[in-house]
């Protein structure tokens, strides 16, 4: 650079260069940049243009000096403006996108519920616990000897063919049904004994109504004196208890080897009251437990003098129960986890 004139013209360049490189600029971080191509103070054009100085004419230096501050100047507070703007826009921005809506319908959090036969199993365990019931929940893998023999049902007795067994050797198999449960609480306690027993059972069984799985809760009562009359007077309360409290009960004889005398126990119907609907099949009743008095054999099996005691049992299918509350016709239903089905029961 040889003179002003020269340092004038290119100073004005400068400007034009950051009037028309500002309009391209979009971020703060960007004029951040932009500034330091021409105010960096080693490699700024600005700053560039004091190292001139030593070319100039003596004379002229007073003023070399004086433009180039005073381009300098100008350029700091051009830059400190587009700064701010650019900083004002952004945070106009940001709270843009961060605006809520408070009208939108909130999301739907989605809870889970209890699957439909654990909220059976809770609500009978309710009832019987209220009733003073204990719960014994036994193995799911039992011997022959305590699922079927002890039980008043020998190899031989034609009432083994009433369950289809899955049998895991000669002596263990899967219970078929949680009256096993019954010889151990009696082999261990002394009557009384009040005890509700849970879980799941097996049998080579599969339609619409049966599944080689399902969940069955036995009930059992020793104690002196016990008789028919018991097991009707608490099955009426426990029936109005989970059906409603116009449920009426009804005992009709049946067999079982445990028990003696048996009988099925059915609760009028709750959908017609009575009076014969699809569900009960125009009789206007359902049949939901099978129930007895404890077989004496039974009570000698198990060490309990059955001279003094006497006792009642019953035992009933929860997904039974379940289907019945539920209007569910098909019992695969239960087990297939489908959220459309299982969404529609929340009890
Ligand atoms: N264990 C029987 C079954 O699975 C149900 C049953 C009937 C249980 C009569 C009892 C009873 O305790 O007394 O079919």
């Keep these: 650079m040889q003179d002003l004139n020269e340092l004038l013209a290119k100073i004005g360049e400068i400007k034009a260069e950051i009037e028309a490189g500002s309009a391209e600029l979009t971020t703060s971080k960007a004029v951040y940049e932009f500034k330091k191509t021409f105010l960096d103070s080693k490699q700024g054009k600005i700053s560039a243009l004091m190292k001139e100085m030593r070319n100039i004419p003596k004379e002229q230096k007073q003023d070399f000096g004086k433009n180039v501050n005073a381009a300098k100047e100008w350029a700091l507070s051009y830059f400190d403006e587009l700064d701010q703007k650019m900083k004002a826009e952004e945070l106009r921005q940001r709270y843009e996108s961060e605006k809520v809506d408070i009208t939108m319908p909130a999301k739907k959090v989605k809870y889970g519920n209890l699957h439909p036969i654990t909220t059976v199993r809770n609500q009978l365990s309710d009832i019987f616990m209220s009733m003073g019931f204990d719960v014994f929940e036994g193995t799911e893998i039992e011997t022959d000897y305590y699922n079927f023999t002890a039980l008043n049902t020998p190899d031989d007795h034609p009432a083994r063919d009433m369950q289809d067994t899955f049998y895991l050797s000669p002596e263990f198999l899967l219970r078929t049904q949680t009256s096993a449960g019954q010889v151990h609480v009696?082999?261990?306690?002394?009557?009384?004994?009040?005890?509700?027993?849970?879980?799941?059972?097996?049998?080579?069984?599969?339609?619409?109504?049966?599944?080689?799985?399902?969940?069955?809760?036995?009930?059992?009562?020793?104690?002196?004196?016990?008789?028919?009359?018991?097991?009707?007077?608490?099955?009426?309360?426990?029936?109005?208890?989970?059906?409603?409290?116009?449920?009426?009960?009804?005992?009709?004889?049946?067999?079982?080897?445990?028990?003696?005398?048996?009988?099925e126990v059915d609760v009028?119907?709750?959908?017609?009251?009575?009076?014969?609907?699809?569900?009960?099949?125009?009789?206007?009743?359902?049949?939901?437990l099978g129930?007895?008095?404890?077989?004496?054999?039974?009570?000698?099996?198990?060490g309990i003098d059955s001279n003094e005691y006497s006792g009642f049992a019953f035992g009933l299918g929860l997904e039974r129960i379940a289907m019945l509350k539920y209007g569910i016709n098909n019992i695969k239903m239960l087990f297939e986890s489908d959220l459309r089905v299982l969404d529609q029961i929340d009890d």
């Design 268 to 288: 009028s119907c709750f959908q017609c009251g009575g009076a014969g609907c699809k569900l009960c099949k125009g009789t206007g009743w359902i049949e939901v």
């Design 291 to 302: 129930a007895g008095v404890v077989n004496k054999k039974v009570l000698e099996n198990c």
């Design 186 to 263: 009696m082999e261990n306690k002394k009557p009384p004994i009040k005890v509700i027993s849970p879980g799941k059972v097996f049998r080579s069984d599969d339609d619409a109504t049966h599944s080689p799985m399902f969940s069955q809760m036995e009930g059992l009562v020793v104690d002196k004196g016990i008789n028919l009359c018991d097991l009707k007077g608490m099955l009426t309360m426990f029936s109005k208890q989970i059906f409603g409290e116009d449920t009426k009960t009804r005992l009709r004889p049946s067999y079982f080897p445990f028990t003696e005398p048996s009988v």
